[in-house]
């Protein structure tokens, strides 16, 4: 499994072209990534829905809902040691 840690700041809520953004330099400088590849790890949930509108089915982790820190997404994601 590899992870690609990428940061985008702009001064919008529209995090859905955030991530196309990623999606696209991956795609441009990597390879394909499909939606189901993506894991969006965020404190709040009001974006979801417009990503996966925009974007496809990525995989959703609400921090301190879903998981109380990072280790245990290491552990959902099969990654822990």
Do not use: T
Request: hydrophobic share 40%.
């Amino acid at each position: 499994m590899r992870f690609l840690n990428f940061y985008i700041i702009e001064y919008h809520d529209r995090k859905d072209l955030m991530i196309k953004k990623i999606i696209n330099w991956y795609e441009r400088e990597c390879e394909e990534i499909k939606p189901s590849e993506i894991v969006y790890i965020d404190d709040r949930d009001i974006r979801i829905k417009q990503i996966r509108e925009n974007i496809g089915e990525v995989f959703f982790i609400m921090i301190w809902r879903d998981v109380r820190g990072y280790n245990e997404i290491l552990e959902i994601l099969g990654c822990a040691e």
